[in-house]
Structures are given as structure tokens and as C-alpha cells.
């Protein structure tokens, strides 16, 4: 059973393409799909359409693969990154109890690689495709894709079939390693808050670089400029970086060091509140980010795909046009006929009838000739003849009936007409004759003049044909 595709994705932009190579339907059934939608924007006529014709496809669905795929290779290496963030947060955090954890080593991990990714992620949407290239060599999850499309599961794609272009796919790769980091930093602060609370850790800093105290806690002070006026005791302060700085010059930590040890764990808040913003916060921002880019670029994409421009086309134009401008005439068709013809349509009428039309016909015949009214009914054919009498008894004003000049007048009709001149709330009754929709609605002269003879039996002032 085939999922119901109602907005813009993966799936609809690849069962579309994979209908189009199969399927495009003619301009009649397009346009007549196209003004019986309530939303008249391309993109939503565009998926409804697909909707309606996905069953023509016989063969798997290429999205359910290619999303089957996608779906197992994410749910795989998304385990893996937060495994990874998890073990490395436990791994950093390791305290022996004879010297400080580092927090440098902790900081390039929670905050610098967050942002070094983001950066390179920045870049590779600034300078295009080729950005993107560069970016995606220098990320294990390219190199993974790599492994994986020779796994069982992944077999069965032919990936260069898939209608993604690069720019696409460069959407799709950002967006995958967006998620993946969240859930490697997710795996980082988890293992941060697990081990504070499990264990009694001191931190302290040490750098072979010549920082002063001074320097280093304002640089973070800086970094804590998102969170420094909600939770000041995350901001470290002069005397816990002056206290928690130490050297590996002897095999014993400093004195004073020792005597403050109580004090190294406050360190815990600033690294819970950096990882938090920089690798959580800031991804999920970037994230979305990289979302919408990526929902711009798909819907793009969709509009490109071959056939839809044609599609589009066909939906926005009438399927005939028979409309011209010009004065008024009447001409006759035959000698013995009496009854005059006029050319043009009145152009205001407070209802449409159509004899042994469908709804769907008369959609067409409305969107051809350009006579619109409130009140379009279908009228005779599967109708009983209580359904037919109802109508007539709410008609009143002008009324135009749209019969089949193939067809000759039967019986059924000259009755049905003549119980619509008897109501006198009726001003007018126009009857026209249309042909066939392959001939553009255009009636043969010979049928014409059939029904002209016919209705000549019928002496009233108020009934008029018109001939388009």
C-alpha cells in the first residue's frame, strides 16, 4: 500500500520523478485536475497530482529504498557518534586523583571542534560545490558512506539513478553531520554530567603556550557571554583560574593547589553551560539553518525536474479557447430554418445546466468558454427525472444549457426543456449545441441544423440558441 505523499520531501520529490519517466497525462486530464483543486499553487497541485497517479507506478517505489536506506545508515552512525561523544566525555574526564583534569583538553573538544565544524559546514555553503567537496573529504561520515554502500541493505540502490544534483546533495550530506554532531556532543554532556555526579573531580589548566591568568580567564569570560548574566557562578572567576593553574615541572602538584582542591570542581558549570551552548544549542540553531537551506534547494529541484515545467504549463492552461470579441451577429444555417443563432454567449447567467455531462465536463466546457455561474448542475443522463425537477424548481433569471450536438434532441430533453419554460421565474433559456473536445467544442453544420429543426417545434420568446 502506497503512503499518502502530502507535502514537499524526499519521498514526493522521488516518486515524482520516478512517475514522470513512466507518466505525464494529457493537457485534458491535467487542466481538468488542475480547476478542480481548492489550492491553485503549483507546489500543491503539483504533489495532490502525484497522489492521484502514484499507483500508475508497478515497480518498488525508489524512495522507499533509497529512504530504507538512508534511514538504517543514520540510525547506525547516529548510535555510533553518541557512543563516541559518550566514551570520549568518559575518557577526558578520567580522574586519577593524582593530577587535575585538564580543562584545555576539554574546551578544544566542547567548544573548538563544535565550532571548527560549524565553521567548515559555514564555508561549504558560502563557496558552493566545490566548498562543500573540500568539506565533505575532511569528515568521517563521507568516508563511511563510502564502507556502507557495499553493506546488504544498500545494494539493491542504483545510487546514479538518483535524481539528486550536487548542490542537493551537498543539503543533505550538511544536514546529516549537523545531527550526527548534536549526538556526539549529546553523548559529551551526558558522560560531563554523569561523571560530576559520580565522582569528586579537580580541574585545572596547563598549557605550554605563555598564558597569563589574566588573559585566559577573560577569554573565558568571553566565551560565557551567552549565559554570563542568567548563570554567573558558570563564568569562572580570577582566583579559580589562579588556583587550578599548573605546571608539569616536578612530580608533585603545588602546595596551595592541594590546600584548594576543594574549590577545582567549580569548574564543572562553565564546562556543563560551554558544552551545552556551543556544541548543543548552537548545532540545533545551525541545524535548522541547514533545514530550510535544504527545503529551499528540494523545492527548487522540484520545479526542475523533467516534465514538471510541462506539467505546470498544462495545468495553468485552458485545455481549448474558444472565446473571441466582436459585435454581435446572428446567421441562419439552413434556408428552412426560422429560427435565428446567436454567435456569442450572454456572459451572465444564474445558472449552467449541462445535458448529459459529467461534472468533470462541464469543469472543462467552463474553463474553455469562460461562462462562469454560482449554480452549475449537471442535468439528465444519471439523473431520475425527481433529481431533474428539483433543478428546475430552483431555477430562475437566465439560464444556459449546454447540450451535445451529436447527439439529436430526444423526447427526454424536449420534455425537460419545455418544464423549464413553464417556470416563470425563468427570463431566458439559451441552448448550445457544443461538439466534441477534440474539435475544440466546435459543432458540425449538419448537427446544427438538426437541432435547429427541433427545437423551431417550441414557440416561445424566451428560448434562444447559441452557436460558439
Known amino acids: 500500500m502506497q503512503q499518502k505523499t502530502t507535502q514537499l520531501s524526499l519521498k514526493s520529490y522521488l516518486d515524482l520523478h520516478q512517475l514522470l519517466t513512466i507518466y505525464r497525462g494529457s493537457h485534458e486530464e491535467n487542466r481538468l485536475f488542475a480547476i478542480s483543486q481548492k489550492n491553485q499553487k503549483p507546489l500543491a497541485i503539483l504533489l495532490e497530482w502525484l497522489q492521484k497517479n502514484l499507483y500508475r507506478i508497478t515497480t518498488p517505489l525508489e524512495s522507499n529504498k533509497y529512504l530504507h536506506y538512508l534511514t538504517i545508515f543514520s540510525s547506525l552512525f547516529g548510535f555510533m557518534a553518541l557512543f563516541l561523544g559518550f566514551s570520549t566525555g568518559f575518557a577526558l574526564l578520567s580522574y586519577s586523583g593524582s593530577k587535575p583534569v585538564n580543562v584545555i583538553y576539554l574546551l578544544l573538544v566542547m567548544i573548538g571542534l ?19 567537496n573540500i568539506f565533505a573529504r575532511l569528515s568521517p561520515l563521507y568516508y563511511l558512506e563510502k564502507v556502507v554502500k557495499f553493506l546488504p541493505f544498500a545494494k539493491n540502490i542504483e545510487f546514479s539513478s538518483l535524481p539528486f544534483s550536487l548542490t542537493l546533495s551537498k543539503w ?47 577569554l573565558l569570560a568571553t566565551l560565557s557571554f551567552p549565559w554570563r548574566e542568567f548563570v554567573p557562578s558558570a563564568v569562572p572567576s580570577l582566583d579559580l583560574v589562579e588556583v587550578s593553574h599548573y605546571f608539569r615541572l616536578g612530580e608533585h602538584l603545588d602546595k596551595n593547589m592541594i590546600h584548594n582542591a576543594d574549590k577545582l570542581g567549580a569548574w564543572w558549570k562553565f564546562l556543563a553551560m560551554a558544552t551545552f551552548t556551543y556544541a548543543l544549542v548552537f548545532r540545533l540553531i545551525f541545524w535548522v539553518m541547514t533545514y530550510y537551506g535544504f527545503k529551499r534547494e528540494l523545492k527548487k529541484e522540484f520545479f526542475s525536474l523533467d516534465g514538471v515545467s510541462t506539467l505546470i504549463k498544462e495545468f495553468k492552461t485552458p485545455f481549448v479557447s474558444t472565446k473571441s470579441h466582436g459585435t454581435e451577429k446572428h446567421l441562419k444555417i439552413k434556408e428552412d430554418s426560422t429560427r435565428e443563432v ?56 437566465d439560464v444556459l444549457v449546454y447540450v451535445k450536438a451529436w ?25 448550445v449545441p457544443l461538439g466534441t473536445v477534440e474539435n475544440h467544442y466546435k459543432n458540425s453544420k449538419e448537427d446544427m441544423a438538426v437541432w435547429l429543426r427541433k427545437l423551431e417545434s417550441i414557440d416561445s420568446d424566451r428560448l434562444g440558441v447559441v452557436d460558439v
Not at 183 to 207: C, E, P, R, V, Y
Open 172 to 218: 543533505i550530506f550538511l544536514q546529516r553531520v549537523q545531527i550526527f554532531s548534536f549526538l556526539f556532543s549529546l553523548g559529551l554532556f551526558f558522560a560531563l554530567i554523569l561523571m560530576i555526579i559520580s565522582k569528586d573531580i579537580a580541574f585545572g589548566w596547563s598549557t605550554t603556550l605563555q598564558v597569563d591568568d589574566s588573559s585566559f580567564q577573560s
Open 342 to 397: 446567436d454567435e456569442y454567449l450572454n456572459g451572465e447567467y444564474q445558472t449552467i445546466l449541462g445535458w448529459n455531462f459529467s461534472d468533470e465536463q462541464l469543469l472543462l466546457i467552463k474553463d474553455s468558454l469562460g461562462v462562469n455561474s454560482k449554480n452549475i448542475e449537471s442535468v439528465g443522463g444519471k439523473n431520475s427525472l425527481l433529481d431533474d425537477n428539483k433543478i428546475i424548481d430552483r431555477l430562475k433569471g
Open 407 to 431: 447527439e439529436p434532441p430526444t423526447m427526454d430533453f424536449m420534455d425537460f426543456l419545455e418544464d423549464i419554460l413553464d417556470n416563470s421565474s425563468i427570463k431566458r433559456v439559451d441552448i
Open 114 to 132: 563544535p565550532l571548527l565544524s560549524m565553521t567548515l559546514s559555514l564555508l561549504s555553503i558560502v563557496f558552493g560545490n566545490i566548498g562543500a
